[in-house]
Every structure is written in C-alpha cells, then in structure tokens.
Antibody, heavy 123, light 106 residues
Framework: EVQLVESGGGLVQPGGSLRLSCAAS????????MTWVRQAPGKGLEWVAN????????DYVDSVKGRFTISRDNAKNSLYLQMNSLRAEDTAVYYC????????????????WGQGTLVTVSS | SYELSQPPSVSVSPGQTASITCSGD??????ACWYQQKAGQSPVLVIY???RRPSGIPDRFSGSNSGNTATLTISGTQAMDEADYYC?????????FGTGTTVTVL
C-alpha cells in the first residue's frame, strides 16, 4: 500500500523558516518524481515544486523560487521542502504527492497524496 | 501563464448525471486529469490522461477532452460524490490546476 506521511508543519513568524518532510512507503521511491502541492484555507490547489527520481531536476512555481528548496533522500525514502523567508500568503496545507511525470507521453499527474501538514505564517 | 477555468458549482439530483467543464487554451492538445476532494480530506485522482480511471474508481466517472474543454462526467451521481473537483494539466514545466467546482447532490 502506497503511503505518504507529511510532517514538520506549524506556526512560524513572517520571514521565518520551516522544513517539511514526507515519508514514503509501499512503492519504489527511487522510480518516481515527487511533488509538493499546497492549499490555502478555503482555496484551491496550487502546485509548488517537484523533483526528479534522482534529484537532478527540480522545478518551482514562480511565487516560491529563491525561497523554497525541494530535495529528497532516496536512502531514507523521504522528500523535503525547505521553506525560507516565509510570507503570510504561504499559509496553507502542504501535500506531498507521487508524481507521474513522463515527458515522452505528455503524462503529468499525481496518483497518490499524503494527508497534508498545515503551515501557518503569522506574527 | 496558462489558466484553467471551471464553474464554481454544479448541482445534481441523486441518480442524475453531473458534468463539470474545464476550459483552457488548446487544452485538447495536452492531457487533462481530475481530482476529487471531499471535505477535510486529501485529493484523490479520479481521471487521468483525459479519460482513464485509476484502479478503484467507479465506472460512473468518465472524462473527455477536446478543443479547449475537458469534461468530467459523473453518471448516476450518488450522495458520496459530493465534493470539490479540480482539473489539472501541464504547461511549460508547470502543473496547473483548475479553479475548482463544488458538486452538490441535492
């Protein structure tokens, strides 16, 4: 059974930092791209960042470029999101998801999601 | 930047058919997928590659994509289908989600 368990959320002041983690199990972690998606309270879904199987490629939504860093540790089956210079507009539930990313066929979607971790940026 | 638009809400009677549209420039030239998100829960993939259903998704869920519009159809809608639905596509290294549609089963 595929499982994705996020952790690391919490309350942080504007300008502060937070590191989210996602523990993966039930599948071959090294064979998949992974993604972070966020959802502000009462709002829709927004893709944040993704990372290739071996960590050699990463992409980010423009609003987090230069502030957030996605990474992975394949030995630990874990995905991370380092968030710096946090702003109030970063307040959201952050989900990690398995990313079916295949440029050869134009296939891009997320087939399994974690339960999410809430990040609140407020003074 | 690429944008996907959905109607804010759709209402349907139990047993009837609900259709949710997702509009974007030349959307039919790329794959679209759909997620269901029930209140307080994580999203669940219900349609990928325009019309394919993941294992475990009931066959009352179907999808199509042509021109500028992708459509998610729920046939024989049940009370358990009440949820928010989001379309999603990919454009220039960015995953784009639709604005979301709340389906209410009256």
């Amino acid at each position: 059974e595929v499982q994705l368990v996020e952790s690391g959320g919490g309350l942080v002041q504007p300008g502060g930092s937070l590191r989210l983690s996602c523990a993966a199990s039930g599948f071959s972690f090294t064979s998949y791209w992974m993604t972070w998606v966020r959802q502000a309270p009462g709002k829709g879904l927004e893709w944040v960042a993704n990372i290739k199987e071996d960590g050699s490629e990463k992409d980010y939504v423009d609003s987090v470029k230069g502030r957030f860093t996605i990474s992975r540790d394949n030995a630990k089956n874990s995905l991370y999101l380092q968030m710096n210079s946090l702003r109030a507009e970063d307040t959201a539930v952050y989900y990690c998801a398995r990313d079916l990313h295949d440029g050869r066929y134009g296939t891009y979607y997320f087939d399994f999601w974690g339960q999410g971790t809430l990040v609140t940026v407020s003074s | 930047s690429y944008e996907l638009s959905q109607p804010p809400s759709v209402s349907v009677s139990p047993g009837q058919t609900a259709s949710i549209t997702c509009s974007g420039d030349k959307l039919g030239d790329r794959y679209a997928c759909w997620y269901q998100q029930k209140a307080g829960q994580s999203p669940v993939l219900v349609i990928y590659e325009d019309s394919r259903r993941p294992s475990g998704i009931p066959d009352r869920f179907s999808g199509s994509n042509s021109g500028n519009t992708a459509t998610l159809t729920i046939s024989g809608t049940q009370a358990m289908d009440e949820a928010d639905y989001y379309c999603q596509a990919w454009d220039s290294s960015t995953y784009v989600f639709g604005t979301g549609t709340t389906v209410t089963v009256l």
